[in-house]
T-cell receptor, first 114, second 118 residues
Framework: DTEVTQTPKHLVMGMTNKKSLKCEQH?????MYWYKQKAKKPPELMFV???????INESVPSRFSPECPNSSLLNLHLHALQPEDSALYLC?????????????FGSGTRLTVV | AQKVTQAQTEISVVEKEDVTLDCVYE???????LFWYKQPPSGELVFLIR??????QNEISGRYSWNFQKSTSSFNFTITASQVVDSAVYFC???????????????FGKGTKLSVIP
């Protein structure tokens, strides 16, 4: 299995809703990432988990809350989002300490905040 | 800080023409990895190639070829005999190991939108 699976593919949520994005991989990668991509822009790093521990938070607002319950799963919990948070959210995974065998992206969740 | 520059914002070519997408990077690392990704309108990032800084061999894969020149910090991508299905946004990216984290951040260029006209 060489895939990163993200669900849902599309999500529309109101500003008062709570929702979660899910990401799963079974490649044995121990580094997992959340990227955010606004329209017509490149992906930008949000969070990095290494060995299931949060290692990097790129000053992301607290309305985004990541969680890595085990080595195969990565969640992004969303609460009280703003319309400007509408974007494509991409999950990725890689080998720790050897990107030569990494960096696989999921197909993304397209989020619309209304 | 690392930087990736894709100077071409949009390119249009007629089907069967060859097209080269430019990528110039900046890094102070001696060991680094460069990537090219394709992003069709559906949104997923499709991996095309990965190259480490010690491997300056050019690579050809079907209609795709890559020219890595460390002396000019460039990693250009050529599509030969372009097809309509090649229409997409193409991103060049540079990896950076985040110190102490054992994980890698990809720094992306702004992307080049390629339109292949039938």
């Amino acid at each position: 299995d060489t895939e990163v699976t993200q669900t849902p593919k599309h999500l529309v949520m109101g500003m008062t809703n709570k929702k979660s994005l899910k990401c799963e991989q079974h490649m044995g990668h121990r580094a997992m990432y959340w990227y955010k991509q606004k329209a017509k822009k490149p992906p930008e790093l949000m969070f990095v988990y290494s060995y299931e521990k949060l290692s990097i938070n790129e000053s992301v607002p607290s309305r985004f809350s990541p969680e890595c319950p085990n080595s195969s799963l990565l969640n992004l919990h969303l609460h009280a989002l703003q319309p400007e948070d509408s974007a494509l959210y991409l999950c990725a995974s890689s080998q720790v300490r050897d990107a030569n065998y990494g960096y696989t992206f999921g197909s993304g969740t397209r989020l619309t905040v209304v | 800080a690392q930087k990736v520059t894709q100077a071409q914002t949009e390119i249009s070519v007629v089907e069967k023409e060859d097209v080269t997408l430019d990528c110039v990077y900046e890094t102070r690392d001696t060991t680094y990895y460069l990537f090219w990704y394709k992003q069709p309108p559906s949104g997923e990032l499709v991996f095309l190639i990965r190259r480490n800084s010690f491997d300056e061999q050019n690579e050809i894969s079907g209609r795709y070829s890559w020219n890595f020149q460390k002396s000019t910090s460039s990693f250009n991508f050529t599509i030969t005999a372009s097809q309509v299905v090649d229409s997409a946004v193409y991103f060049c990216a540079l990896s950076e190991e985040r110190s102490g984290a054992g994980s890698y951040q990809l720094t992306f260029g702004k992307g080049t939108k390629l339109s292949v006209i039938p």
